[in-house]
């Protein structure tokens, strides 16, 4: 008879990991899936000033402890990438690609993923000079010229992050509307060698073996941008559709309650997956011990 775990959480970012934390705490048998490593978005963030208790702090630094206070419970983190999921059985089921998973409970903790530009030469230059992560690839830049697209809170992390080494950083923006914190676009706007592009999209990207050029659009005037590398910070989009039956909104957000619960019984939706207005480390936290709080109240509820 196969092993039924009381909840599998889907992903290991700070929902899921917190969810492991609470439940843990509470005695339930859990099982951790993650598809490649703890941490989720967080972890191209290079210092977060935002979580309390920590005047700053790296994501990566932050995940590891989350992950090792997983750990300590007893918990474990499987690397697996969960690629379907059946929820008319009891009990459910969670297919990897090497295994199937049966449990009682299901915590979907899968957050968002980097969203595209989905211009030409994006795809053909990732890796090349098209970049999701300036913290990872920025210090490859270093004297050179260099774009961030977009214009939320990653833009500016991105571009006051790579504005310590690259010798010019054009932050393009589609609009002149930053949803960016405002004394980050202050910062950015003294530092010498930033520069805001706005109403302006970015249409192409050239090269040969990388990025030589990007192509833009401002309000139908086109343009040639020389530069070495593109940083795309255009938000994320959430990883919802292998979890057939929960519903979704427009934006593929799965729709629960501040309670977490979605509309199949047993299933929970906690962290960026969730429709939700703030998106942060706090509020992903406070979904984690949520979901497992109804969790708890629901099996009480049926005993
Ligand atoms: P975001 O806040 O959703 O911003 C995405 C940006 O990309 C917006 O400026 C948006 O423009 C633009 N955009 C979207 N699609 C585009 C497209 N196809 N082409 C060009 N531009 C496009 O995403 P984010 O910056 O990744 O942040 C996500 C969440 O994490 C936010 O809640 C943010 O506050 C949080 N975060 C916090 C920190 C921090 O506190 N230090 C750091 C990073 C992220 P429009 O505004 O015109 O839609």
Same mark, same amino acid.
Do not use: W
């Given at each position: 008879?196969?092993?039924?775990?009381?909840?599998?959480?889907?992903?290991?970012?700070?929902? #899921?990991?917190?969810?492991?934390?609470?439940?843990?705490?509470? #005695?339930?048998?859990?099982?951790?899936?993650?598809?490649?490593?703890?941490?989720?978005?967080?972890?191209?963030?290079?210092?977060?000033?935002?979580?309390? #208790?920590?005047?700053?702090? %790296?994501?990566? @630094?932050?995940?590891?402890?989350?992950?090792?206070?997983?750990?300590?419970?007893?918990?474990?983190?499987?690397?697996?990438?969960?690629?379907?999921?059946?929820?008319?059985?009891?009990?459910?089921?969670?297919?990897?690609?090497?295994?199937?998973?049966?449990?009682? %409970?299901?915590?979907?903790?899968?957050?968002?993923?980097?969203?595209?530009?989905?211009?030409?030469?994006?795809?053909? !230059? &990732?890796?090349?000079?098209? /970049?999701?992560?300036?913290?990872?690839?920025?210090?490859?830049?270093?004297?050179?010229?260099?774009?961030?697209?977009?214009?939320? +809170?990653?833009?500016?992390?991105?571009?006051?992050?790579?504005?310590?080494?690259?010798?010019?950083?054009?932050?393009?923006?589609? %609009?002149? +509307?930053?949803?960016? +914190? &405002?004394?980050?676009?202050?910062?950015?706007? #003294?530092?010498?060698?930033?520069?805001?592009?706005?109403?302006?999209?970015?249409?192409?990207?050239?090269?040969? /073996?990388?990025?030589?050029?990007?192509? &833009?659009?401002?309000?139908?005037?086109?343009?040639?941008?020389?530069?070495?590398?593109? !940083?795309? *910070?255009?938000?994320?989009?959430?990883? /919802?559709?292998?979890?057939?039956?929960? %519903?979704? @909104? +427009?934006?593929?957000?799965?729709?629960?309650?501040?309670?977490?619960?979605?509309?199949?019984?047993?299933?929970?939706?906690?962290?960026?997956?969730?429709?939700?207005?703030?998106?942060?480390?706090?509020? *992903?936290?406070?979904?984690?011990?949520?979901?497992?709080? /109804?969790?708890?109240?629901?099996?009480?509820?049926?005993?």
């Amino acid at each position: 008879m196969e092993k039924t775990y009381d909840a599998v959480i889907v992903g290991a970012g700070t929902a #899921g990991l917190t969810a492991a934390i609470y439940g843990a705490r509470a #005695g339930l048998d859990l099982l951790v899936l993650e598809k490649s490593y703890p941490g989720g978005q967080i972890i191209y963030a290079p210092h977060i000033e935002n979580i309390p #208790g920590f005047r700053s702090v %790296s994501g990566v @630094d932050f995940i590891e402890g989350l992950a090792d206070q997983v750990k300590r419970l007893g918990v474990k983190i499987m690397t697996e990438q969960v690629t379907e999921t059946c929820f008319v059985l009891e009990p459910k089921r969670i297919i990897t690609k090497k295994n199937e998973y049966r449990a009682k %409970s299901v915590i979907i903790a899968a957050g968002a993923e980097k969203r595209k530009i989905g211009c030409p030469g994006e795809e053909k !230059f &990732t890796g090349r000079g098209v /970049s999701y992560c300036a913290s990872c690839d920025g210090a490859f830049y270093s004297g050179k010229d260099v774009c961030v697209v977009g214009g939320g +809170n990653t833009a500016f992390d991105d571009a006051v992050y790579l504005a310590k080494t690259a010798s010019a950083v054009h932050i393009i923006h589609r %609009s002149d +509307n930053f949803r960016g +914190n &405002t004394k980050t676009y202050e910062f950015l706007k #003294g530092q010498p060698n930033v520069n805001f592009i706005t109403h302006t999209t970015v249409t192409k990207i050239n090269g040969g /073996s990388s990025v030589e050029s990007v192509e &833009t659009d401002t309000k139908g005037k086109t343009d040639t941008l020389p530069v070495s590398a593109v !940083f795309v *910070a255009v938000g994320t989009a959430p990883a /919802s559709e292998i979890f057939s039956g929960v %519903s979704t @909104d +427009n934006g593929g957000y799965i729709i629960a309650g501040e309670d977490c619960r979605t509309n199949i019984p047993g299933v929970y939706a906690a962290g960026d997956i969730r429709t939700k207005s703030l998106r942060q480390v706090v509020t *992903a936290a406070n979904d984690g011990a949520v979901a497992i709080s /109804s969790l708890l109240s629901d099996i009480a509820a049926t005993h």
